[in-house]
């Protein structure tokens, strides 16, 4: 039958496109993005800032610190 392009299922809010065409989800990881690049949030050598010594991460610490990050910018970008 005739297709009306409307979405049919159980998709959450988040996965609907905004006035830009992109959905939440993808502001949230550019923002993420943009945070983790600027400042090397969840790398494994260094801090941002001034500290004098080397923060050792694994690579499991440094993914769950990037998760977190993006669920907080999740939590910013749907408050909005």
């Known amino acids: 039958m005739a297709e009306t ?3 049919t ?3 959450p809010d988040a996965a609907a496109p905004q006035a830009g065409g ?3 989800d993808e502001v949230a990881l550019e923002m993420m993005k943009f ?5 090397g949030y969840g790398k494994s ?3 941002a ?3 004098g010594k080397p923060v050792a991460r694994s690579a ?4 769950d610190a990037l998760i977190e990050l ?3 910018c999740r939590k910013i970008v749907n408050a909005g």
Not at 35 to 39: F, G, K, L, P, Q
Not at 60 to 63: A, I, L, M, S
Request: zero cysteines; proline letters at 4%.
């Open 5 to 7: 392009g409307t979405p």
């Open 9 to 11: 299922g159980n998709a």
């Open 22 to 24: 992109r959905s939440k």
């Open 35 to 39: 945070i983790a690049v600027t400042t």
């Open 45 to 47: 050598t260094g801090s």
């Open 49 to 51: 800032g001034f500290s």
């Open 60 to 63: 499991e610490e440094q993914t």
């Open 70 to 72: 993006f669920e907080r």
